[in-house]
């Protein structure tokens, strides 16, 4: 499964993070087992503080460490890849793999 995240900065200055594709497949998954997230919103000092685990953060929220062989992409409006998600706190210890 492949999921394909949008990332908006709100009006208030909040990160908005929603699924954009593979949201349903998704949601079968999750579904099972927990209560289906719609929206990951952090704010500006969350994502500054955690700009070093974002990957975390992000996997976290929408139960993506749950499962296996899914892969994503983080975009912004203009449809350019953030970087920042792929970021983790585990990644000096596991060798910095990429979901």
């Given amino acids: 499964m492949h999921i394909v ?6 009006k ?5 993070i929603t699924i954009r594709q593979g949201r ?9 087992k927990y209560v289906f997230p ?5 704010t500006k000092q969350q994502r500054d503080e955690n700009h070093d685990c974002l990957k975390d953060i992000l996997t976290g929220a929408f139960c ?8 994503y992409v ?7 890849i953030i970087e920042d998600y792929y970021k ?5 210890i596991g060798g910095g793999l990429r979901m």
């Fill in 5 to 10: 995240f949008l990332e908006r900065k709100l």
């Fill in 38 to 42: 719609e929206k990951l919103v952090l």
């Fill in 74 to 80: 983080v975009k912004n409006e203009n449809g350019d």
């Fill in 88 to 92: 983790s706190i585990y990644d000096d």
């Fill in 12 to 16: 208030d200055g909040k990160f908005e």
């Fill in 64 to 71: 993506l460490q749950e499962f296996e062989n899914v892969t």
């Fill in 24 to 32: 349903e497949e998704l949601k079968r998954l999750i579904g099972r």
